[in-house]
């Protein structure tokens, strides 16, 4: 079983540093890059998440979705940013990022407003991973610095996703492979895992754990009962309504240990979340413990 100690700090902060870091240690990225070239660079950023998420809470877990799947297929190029062209489908239009992933208004409306002030300065990765660091703050998170100096890619490739984002279906071995291949432990994976403390999740994510998990034509029975009740109330078998989404955790707009909590109690959404329960040697690699505080 799992280890973990969950306590009042909030473990996403955790989650992205780990993400950032593991990336600077590769690059030349600095904080205080932007310090002597468009020093209210942050600032701008943050009053436009703000803005946005005072509006509609929801955006703290779509713009940190967006960093972490903008990070796992090219590295932190904004890519997933870039639009389609009539000879190339783009990451945004993927199977796993369209319709689930939005906020990029958000990072339109940012840089929108950088440019008037220092054109041409500040890239779009960037701004993604402030805008990332800015949701968790405002979802109730810690803050902590954001090295910065990326460089935006010109290439966005839809077929790329699935050889680098992890389904919903995978299991642990599964799952630990994939982040390896990106330079992560098991334990930074548990840790990125947590990431699903915020958030919601179309049916179709689920419809097979819930319907025919492993086609055996009926639910996972390692999923809590009376969970398993409650989400087939909300996603009927054979709904294909996009609009409908489940809540990841009981508290999906709070960055707080509850993804870990629902995990202990049989109640991850996704197989990839239940997963992590099952072998022996994730177990003894994913103790989870936030500072006291």
Do not use: W
């Not at 870091?21 to 690059?27: D, E």
């Amino acid at each position: 079983m799992i280890k973990m100690r969950p306590s009042k700090l909030s473990l996403v902060s955790v989650i992205l540093s780990v993400l950032l870091f593991s990336q600077c240690v590769l690059s030349q990225l600095q904080v205080g890059f932007y310090k002597d070239t468009c020093r209210f660079v942050e600032f701008i950023v943050k009053e436009e998440v703000v803005k946005a998420i005072i509006k509609d809470r929801g955006l703290a877990a779509a713009l940190m979705r967006i960093h972490f799947h903008d990070c796992f297929v090219r590295g932190c190029d904004a890519s997933i940013l870039l639009d389609s062209t009539p000879s190339s489908i783009a990451e945004k239009d993927s199977f796993a990022n369209n319709p689930s992933l939005r906020g990029y208004e958000v990072i339109d409306n940012a840089k929108a407003r950088l440019e008037v002030v220092c054109k041409g300065v500040v890239s779009c990765a960037d701004i993604v991973a402030f805008a990332a660091r800015d949701s968790i703050e405002m979802a109730g998170g810690l803050g902590y610095d954001v090295p910065a100096g990326r460089r935006d890619g010109r290439t966005s490739l839809a077929s790329e996703i699935i050889r680098n984002l992890p389904p919903p279906t995978f299991n642990v071995d599964q799952l630990t492979q994939m982040f390896a291949n990106k330079g992560f432990t098991q334990e930074e994976m548990v840790t990125l895992s947590g990431g699903h403390t915020l958030g919601r999740s179309h049916c179709s994510s689920l419809s097979d754990r819930l319907y025919n998990f492993s086609g055996t034509l009926k639910q996972d029975a390692s999923l809590d009962p009376t969970y398993a009740a409650k989400l087939k109330q909300q996603c009927p078998q054979g709904s294909t309504d996009p609009n409908v989404v489940v809540p990841m955790t009981s508290t999906p707009s709070i960055a707080d240990a509850g993804y870990y909590i629902d995990i202990l109690a049989n109640r991850g959404l996704f197989t990839s979340d239940h997963t992590l329960l099952t072998r022996p040697h994730a177990a003894n690699k994913s103790s989870y413990s936030e500072p006291s505080g």
